[in-house]
């Protein structure tokens, strides 16, 4: 049974900090590329940040030089240091876990943390 489990969230005043974990069960975690999305009430989910299994990291324009996604292979476990927060960062966070290969896509989700900014 796959389990990806959030934690982490809270509230926070702007400009302040938080970190996201995610630890992962019952995947191969170090081939999977693994990500963070967000999604605000009345909004679509977007991406965050991504990290491949090589270590590859990408980002959302809007979170770009104040997060940062990293993983510990060791640990089955994806973290998502969140610096400089706004209040238009507020969101349930998801974590994802997806991997592709020839015979099809393997796509996981967590069950979300939220994470307030609000002074």
């Known amino acids: 049974q796959v389990q990806l489990v959030e934690s982490g969230g809270g509230l926070v005043q702007p400009g302040g900090s938080l970190r996201l974990s995610c630890a992962a069960s019952?995947?191969?975690?170090?081939?999977?590329?693994m990500g963070w999305y967000r999604q605000a009430p009345g909004k679509q989910r977007d991406m965050v940040a991504t990290?491949?299994?090589?270590?590859?990291?990408n980002y959302a324009d809007s979170v770009k030089g104040r997060f940062t996604i990293s993983r510990d292979n060791a640990q089955n476990t994806v973290y998502l240091q969140m610096n400089s927060l706004k209040p238009e960062d507020t969101a349930v966070y998801y974590c994802?876990?997806?991997?592709?290969?020839?015979?099809?896509?393997?796509?996981?989700w967590g069950q979300g943390t939220q994470v307030t900014v609000s002074s």
């Open positions: 990290i491949t299994s090589g270590g590859s990291t």
């Open positions: 994802n876990a997806v991997n592709r290969n020839s015979w099809g896509t393997r796509n996981y």
């Open positions: 019952g995947i191969i975690f170090k081939i999977y590329t």
